[in-house]
């Protein structure tokens, strides 16, 4: 199976952390290989030179300063726009499939909310940085936070990074955020990550396939 247009597809696969996020990405790359298709992966924060020094400071715990809501947007912003305009655009352009480790909903969830920027003014930020440009498919990976953190400590032999360590009040209001705005979006599934990894992997293989079977229709 392979595309009509000459313009590539682009996925994005959504979640808290430790929702399998990255093995999911690996699976469905290996999946769509298979159909003969030219795949990309790419994450976010990260994927460009300076996207990834962005990501590092995202990431660094920092005790001498508070770290903002809003700055921490806009860097989310920054390196968003260096890797849409410097990676992703070009290789959809060329026929590539892209899957992206989050994208711009990941915002909404984690930097807006009660306690967070207004989704209005994120509104605004969004239409500034990436216009109209959606995702073709938006894929979130619901887990429970208590199942995500856990799975994040059994697998870091390192310290959290300044995200990872926030509450699980916080990881909460994140997955409620994800599951009320996912909803508005034109193209997306729902997938439970709660199960083991071969039962997501079942579920995954079998949207994706009736995705693309309804694409190509």
């Given at each position: 199976?392979?595309?009509?247009?000459?313009?590539?597809?682009?996925?994005?696969?959504?979640?808290?952390?430790?929702?399998?996020?990255?093995?999911?990405?690996?699976?469905?790359?290996?999946?769509?290989?298979?159909?003969?298709?030219?795949?990309?992966?790419?994450?976010?924060?990260?994927?460009?030179?300076?996207?990834?020094k962005i990501r590092k400071l995202i990431k660094k715990n920092f005790l001498e300063e508070k770290f903002l809501v809003k700055t921490e947007l806009f860097m989310f912003y920054a390196a968003r726009i260096q890797l849409m305009e410097n990676i992703i655009l070009p290789n959809?352009?060329?026929?590539?499939?892209?899957?992206?480790?989050?994208?711009?909903?990941?915002?909404?969830?984690?930097?807006?909310?009660?306690?967070?920027?207004?989704?209005?003014?994120?509104?605004?930020?969004?239409?500034?940085?990436?216009?109209?440009?959606?995702?073709?498919?938006?894929?979130?990976?619901?887990?429970?936070?208590?199942?995500?953190?856990?799975?994040?400590?059994?697998?870091?032999?390192?310290?959290?990074?300044?995200?990872?360590?926030?509450?699980?009040?916080?990881?909460?209001?994140?997955?409620?955020?994800?599951?009320?705005?996912?909803?508005?979006?034109?193209?997306?599934?729902?997938?439970?990550?709660?199960?083991?990894?071969?039962?997501?992997?079942?579920?995954?293989?079998?949207?994706?396939?009736?995705?693309?079977?309804?694409?190509?229709?």
């Amino acid at each position: 199976m392979k595309s009509c247009s000459n313009f590539g597809r682009y996925i994005v696969v959504e979640g808290l952390e430790g929702s399998g996020k990255t093995t999911m990405i690996g699976f469905v790359k290996k999946m769509l290989i298979k159909e003969g298709f030219d795949i990309l992966t790419v994450r976010e924060p990260g994927g460009t030179p300076i996207s990834e020094k962005i990501r590092k400071l995202i990431k660094k715990n920092f005790l001498e300063e508070k770290f903002l809501v809003k700055t921490e947007l806009f860097m989310f912003y920054a390196a968003r726009i260096q890797l849409m305009e410097n990676i992703i655009l070009p290789n959809l352009k060329s026929g590539k499939w892209v899957i992206g480790d989050r994208n711009f909903l990941s915002s909404y969830a984690y930097q807006g909310g009660k306690y967070g920027v207004k989704d209005d003014e994120i509104d605004k930020i969004n239409k500034i940085a990436i216009g109209k440009f959606q995702p073709d498919l938006i894929i979130y990976l619901d887990v429970f936070p208590e199942i995500g953190i856990s799975r994040i400590h059994e697998r870091k032999s390192s310290k959290l990074d300044r995200i990872e360590k926030r509450s699980l009040d916080f990881f909460h209001q994140v997955r409620n955020r994800y599951l009320h705005i996912i909803k508005n979006q034109k193209e997306f599934m729902i997938i439970d990550a709660n199960q083991d990894l071969s039962s997501v992997k079942r579920l995954f293989q079998h949207k994706i396939c009736s995705w693309m079977k309804r694409l190509y229709q």
